[in-house]
């Protein structure tokens, strides 16, 4: 069964950074694609960045140049550091495949933007 934990939220300054973490388990992970979501309140969810199996990146333009997202295979893991963070950037943030979200959503982990 695929599962994933994420982690790293927290709240933070307009400005300020984070370093989010997911570790997949249950699946071939160094082969899949992978993304990371956010959902704001009362919004969809969203995919903001994703990562090939090969490690090619690409963004959504809310996030380009402010995020940045890698792997870690011999890990299972996942990472997104969120720079120059703005209050429209508050949202669980979740990760899941990169092409499709097929497997069960995690927990997430809250990014709250404020003052």
């Known amino acids: 069964q695929v599962h994933f934990v994420e982690s790293g939220g927290g709240l933070v300054q307009p400005g300020g950074s984070l370093r989010l973490s997911c570790t997949a388990s249950g699946l071939a992970f160094s082969l899949a694609a992978m993304g990371w979501y956010r959902q704001a309140p009362g919004k969809q969810r969203e995919l903001v960045a994703n990562i090939s199996a090969g490690g090619v990146p690409n963004y959504a333009a809310s996030v380009q140049g402010r995020f940045v997202i890698s792997r870690e295979n011999t890990k299972n893991t996942m990472y997104l550091i969120i720079s120059n963070l703005k209050p429209a950037d508050t949202a669980v943030y979740f990760c899941?495949?990169?092409?499709?979200?097929?497997?069960?959503w995690g927990q997430g982990t809250q990014v709250t933007v404020s003052l």
């Open positions: 899941n495949g990169g092409v499709t979200a097929s497997w069960p």
